[in-house]
């Protein structure tokens, strides 16, 4: 009875947890816009919390900001997620919209809309998990 009652809670701490290391993710591509070959990194949320929630169907999502770790010849080495909380398919590098000539792959106008995005989630998802609380309480009490 009391799983039920905590795993649309669980879900939602799992969901927090993910924006805040995705608010990181953002931050750091921010912080390096002028680093010389500097590639940027973005967090595939759908995958993420797939991963963290045991869903056994992973869905990829289809973000034109982000690619895979794929590699693209036979012979490249495929990279790995720098991330220990993260899974390898969740952290991902972002494409290239405008070229640099230095290498830098941090579009500032996007790292900005996902920021302010990213933000507007993690309080929703605070909202969801302040009023399920307040539910609860109410419940136990009564009223």
Same mark, same amino acid.
């Given at each position: 009875m009391?799983?039920?009652?905590t795993s649309s809670?669980d879900? =939602?701490?799992?969901?927090?947890v /993910?924006? &805040?290391e995705?608010q990181?993710?953002?931050? !750091?591509?921010?912080a390096?816009?002028?680093?010389p070959?500097?590639a940027?990194r973005?967090?595939n949320?759908?995958?993420?919390?797939?991963a963290?929630?045991?869903?056994s169907t992973?869905?990829?999502?289809?973000?034109?900001?982000?690619?895979?770790?794929?590699?693209? =010849?036979?012979?490249?080495?495929? /990279?790995q &997620?720098?991330?220990?909380?993260?899974?390898? !398919?969740?952290?991902s590098?972002?494409?290239?919209t405008?070229?640099?000539?230095?290498g830098n792959s941090?579009?500032?106008?996007?790292?900005?809309a996902?920021f302010v995005d990213?933000?507007?989630?993690?309080?929703?998802?605070?909202?969801?998990?302040?009023?399920q609380?307040?539910?609860?309480?109410?419940?136990?009490?009564?009223?």
């Amino acid at each position: 009875m009391l799983a039920n009652l905590t795993s649309s809670l669980d879900f =939602h701490s799992k969901a927090l947890v /993910l924006r &805040a290391e995705r608010q990181r993710v953002i931050a !750091s591509n921010i912080a390096n816009a002028d680093t010389p070959g500097y590639a940027g990194r973005d967090v595939n949320f759908k995958d993420a919390m797939g991963a963290a929630t045991g869903s056994s169907t992973q869905l990829r999502s289809l973000t034109p900001a982000t690619q895979s770790d794929s590699t693209s =010849h036979a012979r490249h080495i495929a /990279l790995q &997620a720098s991330t220990a909380s993260l899974g390898s !398919s969740a952290l991902s590098y972002t494409t290239q919209t405008q070229p640099a000539m230095d290498g830098n792959s941090v579009d500032m106008d996007r790292e900005r809309a996902n920021f302010v995005d990213n933000s507007v989630r993690y309080e929703a998802t605070l909202r969801f998990i302040n009023g399920q609380s307040k539910t609860l309480l109410s419940a136990i009490q009564g009223q």
